[in-house]
Every structure is written in structure tokens, then in C-alpha cells.
């Protein structure tokens, strides 16, 4: 039986995508951004339920703790925002390192500057698409972990630089 005309584009995507992986080093550092990318659109995109008022909480949870039918509880979500933005503004600073520099100060401020800028377009996506509110705070600790993440870079390079 001869394969369908889909099946060898198939084949040949895969090889050709596989090629690329193996010989570009830029392409693997895309490839990574991409698969960091689409976990944190997954978590604040696209696994989400329809809200009736995404504007219901503007100012969103500042803090670790929060009162329901008085009770305190513990909240995670301040801690998710950081940790979350930490790998992604640390593989956008790999990837494009070239472009961005290897000063600590412009690292820093490209990897806030690029967390801030994510971190609005997810909480507007959230706002259009009823999915989720928008949140003052996200957009802080988002950029929070976009700094250290940026901090962290800076520590593995200087690591890297030394070996």
C-alpha cells in the first residue's frame, strides 16, 4: 500500500524539524521558549473557566494569607505568578542573548521589561476573553519573577563563565 501524499508531509516535517533541532543551537533555545511559553498560557489561558465579571477583582491577592468565612487560609497564587515567570524570562534571556547584552543592569531591566509586557497581555487576553480576571497583582508578581529570573541568568552565566 502507498503512502498518501499527508502522510509522507508528515514525514517529512518530522525530519526536517528533527534536522534542525539536531544542527541549530538557536533553534533548540526557540524551541525551549516555545514549550516554557505555552505551560504558562496553559496555566492562565486556556485551562480556565468563564467568568461573568473579569473585572471582579482588580486589585487581586497581595498577600501569602486570605480570610474565608473567617478563617485564614493559605493562598499559593502570589507564589505561582513568581515562580512561573522565573523560567520564562530566564530562556528569553538565553535565548536571545546576543541582542540583549551581558551588562547585569540591561539583563535585569530587558527580563522586567519582558515580564511586565507578557504579563499585561495574558491579564488583557483574561479581560476580552472572560477567562479570568484581571489582576493588578498578577501583573507585580509576574514581573517579580521576571526580574529573578533575569537574576538567575546572570548567576548561571557568571557560573558558566568560570568552568
Known sequence: ???????????????????KF????FFRKLFLLAFV???????????RDLWMNPLSK???GWGIWETVNGEQQL?????ENVIMMV????????????????????????SGKIAVIFSVS??????????GTFQLSD???????GVLGGVCYCGIMKVRKRL
Open 122 to 131: 495574558i491579564e488583557t487576553l483574561q479581560l476580552l476573553l472572560r477567562l
Open 1 to 19: 500500500m502507498k503512502p498518501s501524499a499527508a502522510g509522507k508531509g508528515w514525514k517529512s516535517a518530522i525530519v526536517t524539524w528533527y534536522q
Open 37 to 47: 511559553t505555552s505551560l504558562i498560557l496553559f496555566r492562565t489561558l486556556l485551562n
Open 87 to 110: 523560567p520564562f524570562s530566564a530562556v528569553v534571556m538565553w535565548t536571545f542573548e546576543e541582542k540583549i547584552g551581558n551588562g547585569w543592569k540591561k539583563i535585569l531591566w530587558q
Open 75 to 79: 493562598t499559593t497564587e502570589c507564589i
Open 139 to 145: 501583573i507585580f508578581y509576574n514581573t517579580v519573577g
Open 58 to 60: 482588580v486589585m487581586g
Open 22 to 25: 539536531k544542527e541549530s543551537v
